[in-house]
């Protein structure tokens, strides 16, 4: 037998990029990453769903699916319903559900549904990197509206819609994360809301709806989503368990009208999210959800509160920021002498890693000199040393802060 190992590489098809590194392990002071704090993921419950629902069903699952069909566990589908009519004013059937693997599937389901390449979406100037990524890869154009303290302008959504109508460009959505946003943590008030739906359906394009962060809110009860303000059925939503429970279980839902449902359905070829995650959530969300999430959200807002003081105190003036509606991330703007791309790399020696703002966004010149950093899988010291750190690497390189 030849020694010569075989060679994959003839065999892809063009244009498939490996991964972009193997994984060496997290970094001392991590800012990045969507993950939960690791205190906060509530371990008896989730044991104690895992008992009970094991004894009680635990043989369904020699059955694909659970004897659910295949949009995932009916007791979930149901928690859910009441979920979204308690916290999000949504409207819902079991039926109109669909059980994803994370709401990153959601994305990616719902791009196959609608997109090819050469089409043009509408998308938040900042963005989600997922989302862009995603969108780049197919060769879809994403076109950024500014945003401000209110989520996406929607002065700036009328303009670009019909610039591109006038061009004969029908956008295949607008993407959006209304509550809490990523990365500006703005919450849409429900004024923008109708008129982002009033704009829609002048222009017949949908409304795709990322509610990642709903739950992660903290001050006054959230504003309804916008698939329940709408009259028309034009919205597809997309939400997750990973922010308010924990990301690993890979769990997220879709709700859409059976049209665009059905096409999805047939796109979910894994045979079912898995089965266990779905069978104890839904046991520890139906009686514990409701109490569990203003815990995090307490926990949650005093991590931000932390960064936000351990930013004043190392950086001074240099770094600006809005305090955030809530979520697990600050959007903050350093001076444009900083080059955030060479930050990272810079702070990456130093043990600290960051979110380079043009990696989220769209407007890369304007993203330059931000950053994301997110706060709820550090501990508090690991908070402000991390910030201590990345300050002195900013005072390095870039002679900032002074
Ligand atoms: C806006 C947004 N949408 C979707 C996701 C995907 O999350 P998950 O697949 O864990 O539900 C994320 C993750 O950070 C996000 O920020």
Known sequence: MSSTPFDFAPLFPPGLPPAAARWTGRVKFDFTGGN???DRVPLEGLIAAANSVLKREGRTLATYGLNSGPQGYLPLREFLVTKLKTDAAIECSAD???ITSGSL?????VNRALLAAGDTVIIEEDCYQGSINRLTKLGVTPIGIPLDGDGMRMDALATVLAELAAKGIRPKYIYTVPTVQNPTATIMPVARRLE????????GVPIFEDDCYCDLVWGDKRPPA???LSKTDNVIHIGSFSKCIAPALRLGYLVAPWGVLSRILALKTDAGSG???QMVLAEYASAHFFKHVPVLCQTLRSKADTLMSSLRQSFGDAAQFDDPKGGIFLWVKLPDAVDTMKLYQAALSAGVCINPGPEWSVNKTRAKSRLRLCFASSSHEEIQQGVAALADVCRREFGVPK
């Not at 599937?105 to 389901?109: C, K």
């Not at 982002?196 to 222009?203: D, F, H, V, W």
Request: charged share 25%.
């Open 196 to 203: 982002m739906l009033r704009l829609a359906e002048q222009y």
């Open 275 to 277: 089965a266990l995650e």
């Open 105 to 109: 599937q959601g994305l990616d389901l």
């Open 96 to 98: 109109d559900i669909l």
């Open 226 to 228: 916008i698939h329940a």
């Open 36 to 38: 939960n704090d690791p």
